[in-house]
């Protein structure tokens, strides 16, 4: 009966999320407001980076628009406000696999 209880309360646990910076309770909030959960990643990524002032101001801006795409529109907005000079770029490693071709042996004499 114990391991069931430990199990489930594991279980339990594992569906809360936690937040440890302020960066990131400021990107899943606007995560909310736009409701783009989706995309939390990101805006915890421009939380980091930016004033966190200057994006719930955007995000509410923008949520009261009721757009069909409000994480779209809030992203040009950064955009057209150049706000992405701030954001660190990830490189991204492009590996290539070259692959050998095998000759078979069998009928060659």
Do not use: C, W
Not at 68 to 89: C, D, E, H, T
């Amino acid at each position: 009966m114990e391991i069931r209880e430990y199990k489930k309360e594991l279980e339990r646990r594992s569906r809360t999320s936690r937040v440890y910076r302020n960066y990131q309770l400021t990107g899943l909030v606007i995560a909310r407001i736009l409701s783009d959960e989706k995309h939390k990643t990101l805006y915890i990524q421009l939380a980091k980076n930016i004033n966190n002032q200057t994006l719930m101001g955007i995000a509410r801006d923008v949520a009261d628009r009721n757009l069909k795409k409000p994480g779209a529109y809030f992203m040009a907005i950064l955009k057209s406000k150049k706000l992405f000079r701030n954001v660190k770029k990830h490189k991204q490693i492009k590996i290539k696999l070259r692959y050998k071709k095998r000759t078979s042996k069998k009928g060659k004499k």
